[in-house]
């Protein structure tokens, strides 16, 4: 069973589009992350949540809104899609922050998002 | 604003050769700092270090912090073919970034037969 699942993998589509993106975790962890990889390979974190509680929010354009439904989800929609937009996006997950031993995050398969 | 800076940006050995990569940071309320191979898709977690001067040790893998002048490294001994990917370096913060991991632009290493 895949820890920290991730869907779609791939996505292409239209500049100005709508697009969401899943993420699901079965190790019954606390926390999960949004990251994005850009075309460096500069993994950068976007937002994390705790117990569906919107816990880290970087700067990142409001057109990303996260949605948490449980704690085994973290969701990434992401409204009028731009060029810039294009990157692999990488969900994680890690047991609780707050303990040092326990912040761990494992990450999931990503998903390349292709705006054209 | 954080900050993680790696070394060398690549390398390029043969197996059998022993290799050492650098991270250096600045972090805020760093808490500790952890180590990721990347091959193609997930970055996969290797040591996570929390104090300085003890050595992490898994197989050929080793790593090790120091606190004090705020660099990191890790060293692969007797490299093979599939330790080619790329290695990346992540303090954690604690406070109010609760969790945060800050990635430096990672090693690529590539290991020729």
């Known amino acids: 069973d895949t820890a920290v699942s991730q869907t779609p993998k791939y996505l292409v589509t239209q500049m100005g589009n709508d697009k969401s993106i899943k993420c699901e975790q079965n190790?019954?962890?606390?926390?999960m992350y949004w990251y994005k990889q850009d075309s460096k390979k500069f993994l950068k974190i976007m937002f994390s949540?705790?117990?569906?509680?919107?816990?880290i929010n970087e700067t990142v354009p409001n057109r990303f809104s996260p949605k948490s439904p449980d704690k085994a989800h973290l969701n990434l929609h992401i409204n009028s899609l731009e060029l810039g937009d294009s990157a692999v996006y990488f969900c994680?997950?890690?047991?609780?922050?707050?303990?040092?031993?326990?912040?761990?995050?494992?990450f999931g398969a990503g998903t390349r998002l292709s705006v054209l | 604003e954080d900050k993680v800076v790696q070394s060398p940006l690549s390398l390029v050995v043969h197996e059998g050769d022993t290799v050492t990569l650098n991270c250096s940071y600045e972090?805020?309320?760093?808490?500790?700092l952890l180590w990721y191979k990347q091959e193609k898709k997930a970055p996969t977690f290797l040591f996570m270090l929390?104090?300085?001067?003890i050595e992490k040790k898994s197989g050929r893998l080793s790593s090790i912090l120091d606190k004090k002048e705020l660099f990191s490294i890790l060293n692969i001994t007797a490299t093979q073919t599939g330790d080619s990917a790329i290695y990346l370096c992540?303090?954690?913060?604690?406070?109010?970034?609760?969790?945060?991991?800050?990635f430096g632009q990672g090693t690529i290493l590539t290991v020729h037969p």
């Open positions: 994680a997950s890690s047991q609780d922050p707050g303990i040092l031993a326990k912040n761990i995050q494992y």
């Open positions: 190790l019954g962890h606390d926390t």
């Open positions: 949540y705790n117990n569906k509680e919107l816990i």
């Open positions: 972090v805020t309320n760093f808490r500790s």
């Open positions: 929390t104090s300085s001067g």
């Open positions: 992540a303090p954690a913060a604690g406070g109010t970034s609760y969790g945060k991991l800050t």
